[in-house]
């Protein structure tokens, strides 16, 4: 709204006159006005002699006609905007001038007036530069992400109205939830691109208004090339989206691409190490997708880097990512005729061998007394009181005969039935199989057609997740073989049975300081060869959690795996290492409290405080 300000150059050669008056600060108060406020602007400014002011203002990028600025007292000089209407965006400086007469100018600074629209808030340049930068301004809205959820000590949420969303930052968190309704004064900047409301200086009237409780508004349908500046900050869903390129991170932060038109365009979708996100499978199959839409672009012009930030699993909406601990993971209807024998009782029955397998993907045991098995027609098992599901472990239900074999861990664990009602009656050219709680609630259900009628099972590719259910001859590591009751698809146990592998020595105390000479060291106490991908170490603390170390490699039957270093010295009992790591923080030699060392049967990422370890020392 202003124009160019050309100023007198002193007269004389090499000889200065006099210097035109200094313009030493400009305050305004309040900082961010109500509609009913009129705004002062107070200006100290020095010269020599006598000089006058004048406020130049516009609203809205039209000039309005200059206030005069009166004495206020030393070098103050003062003037009041009028009041506004709510969403007024008032730019205005200071303009000094002396007897010579001599100009000076300060820079502009600017608000919206009263509670102002969020879209009204987006003014940028050709090159995606945010325009009224800096200043002040209140809006409310709903939370559509919550302070906390991408930071646990300071603000990160998106804040939206009816006409836009935006970022909300402060050092602070906010007493807000998600659906909550509140008013945040701050000041406008941009942080790769993206317009954000800064409450957190701690001066003028910024901050943040609890209004009450609303509702989280329903996401606005876009496509993958309708992320752009228009929806940024606000709640969107993209339709029929697949994952091109990336996955879900198993910890921390992470990102994958999305296209929605076969990989025309593509789409990054953030993934926040503070979110439930890490961990979960990444989706194999088209699903639609929620989120924030947000940018990240570090070069002007800043019209690129749009991307979706997701909040949770839940926004992921397929059985892929949001599914219940406990899922089927593999159904056989069709026993072979000769090689059917799945039930190990050395008697192929078409009825018989038939199977369901179900698995506890998460991380603590589920006791599943009362759950039921349906197929399309009734109830074919209930599980008996004190049915108890370790974590990452089977069950297996067969339709019948006499069991025979270790299936896994399953039947070490006491997990393996036949049905209860005497049969599952599976058909081989299509049924439903349903897994209920105790109540009644339907927990899962999938239905297959013909494909389960090919003398094999039906099982989840891969292992672990709830991805679609494919033929077990060509599931990935199958080696070509019909079914695996009770265990993974290669034939092996879901997780390293207790007892086979054990915390035989620690190193905590090496001779001076402790780091890089620490290490444990683990045993195998069974004939075969083991594999510690899906085992890792804990320490510290009352939960083993303090230090994390997730273990590789395999230790040789009845052989010993000794991990830590990276030193070895004298000073440590010159160890070699099977797996180089260094804890940290360092194995604890002291203190009030008991301290030690706990081996898992889950990985690194997926151990939480109630994980219950396989062997632990204090």
Request: net charge negative.
């Amino acid at each position: 709204g202003f124009g160019a300000v050309s100023l007198p150059a002193d007269s004389g050669s090499g000889v200065i006159g006099d210097y035109p008056p200094a313009i030493l600060s400009v305050s305004r108060s309040p900082l961010v006005p109500l509609a009913s406020e009129g705004v002062t602007v107070t200006a100290e400014i020095g010269d020599e002699g006598a000089v006058t002011a004048q406020l130049l203002y516009s609203l809205d990028g039209v000039l309005q006609a200059p206030l005069a600025m009166a004495p206020a007292g030393g070098l103050s000089y003062a003037a009041t905007i009028p009041a506004q209407l709510d969403g007024v965006r008032v730019a205005f400086r200071v303009e000094a001038t002396d007897t010579v007469p001599q100009t000076e100018v300060s820079p502009a600074q600017g608000y919206f007036s009263g509670v102002t629209p969020i879209a009204t808030l987006r003014i940028n340049d050709a090159d995606g530069v945010l325009v009224p930068k800096r200043y002040g301004a209140r809006v409310e809205g709903v939370f559509t992400a919550e302070p906390g959820l991408f930071h646990p000590f300071i603000t990160q949420a998106f804040l939206q109205d009816a006409t836009g969303g935006v970022q909300v930052f402060d050092t602070e968190l906010l007493a807000a939830g998600r659906g909550d309704r509140g008013q945040v004064v701050g000041l406008l900047e941009q942080f790769g691109g993206q317009t954000e409301l800064n409450s957190s200086q701690n001066w003028g009237n910024l901050g943040f208004t609890f209004v009450g409780p609303d509702t989280v508004p329903a996401p606005q349908v876009v496509t993958v090339a309708g992320v752009d500046e228009s929806v940024e900050g606000k709640l969107v869903r993209i339709n029929g989206v697949t994952v091109v390129s990336g996955s879900i991170p198993e910890t921390g932060s992470g990102s994958l691409e999305v296209s929605d038109d076969g990989g025309l365009t593509s789409l990054t979708v953030r993934i926040d190490g503070d979110t439930d996100l890490p961990g979960a499978n990444t989706p194999t199959q088209p699903f639609d997708l929620i989120g924030i839409a947000s940018q990240f672009d570090s070069f002007v012009p800043l019209t690129s880097g749009f991307q979706i930030q997701a909040r949770e699993r839940a926004d992921f909406l397929t059985e892929e990512v949001n599914h219940a601990a406990l899922i089927i993971h593999e159904i056989h209807a069709d026993p072979d005729a000769s090689q059917g024998d799945a039930n190990g009782d050395s008697s192929v029955s078409s009825t018989e061998d038939e199977f369901v397998e179900l698995v506890n993907t998460g991380t603590s045991s589920l006791d599943i007394s009362g759950y039921t098995l349906a197929d399309g027609i009734q109830v074919r098992h209930t599980f008996p009181a004190g049915t108890v599901v370790p974590a990452r472990e089977a069950v297996v239900v067969f339709s019948g005969g006499t069991p025979t074999g270790d299936f896994g861990n399953a039947a070490a664990n006491g997990l393996v039935f036949t049905a209860s009602t005497g049969r599952l009656a599976l058909n081989n050219a299509g049924d439903s199989v349903i897994l209920s709680d105790d109540q009644g609630a339907v927990l899962q259900a999938v239905s297959y057609g013909g494909e389960g009628g090919d003398n094999q099972s039906l099982t989840r590719d891969p292992d672990f997740t709830n991805a679609p259910f494919v033929k077990h001859t060509v599931a990935v590591g199958s080696g070509g073989s019909r079914y695996s009751p009770g265990t993974r698809v290669n034939g092996s146990a879901f997780t390293v049975p207790p007892g086979a592998v054990i915390l035989t020595e620690v190193m905590y105390d090496p001779n001076g300081a402790d780091g890089g000479l620490e290490w444990v060291e683990l045993y195998n106490t069974t004939g075969s060869a083991i594999d510690l991908a899906d085992m890792s170490l804990g320490a510290g603390g009352g939960d083993y959690t303090s230090s994390q170390a997730q273990l590789s490699g395999t230790i040789g039957a009845g052989s010993t795996f000794v991990v830590g270093g990276p030193t070895s010295s004298a000073d440590n009992g010159n160890p070699v290492y099977d797996l180089v790591l260094d804890f940290s923080p360092d194995l604890q030699n002291s203190g009030a409290v008991a301290d030690g060392v706990a081996l898992f049967n889950v990985r690194a990422a997926s151990v939480t405080p109630s994980t219950v370890p396989v062997d632990a020392v204090v």
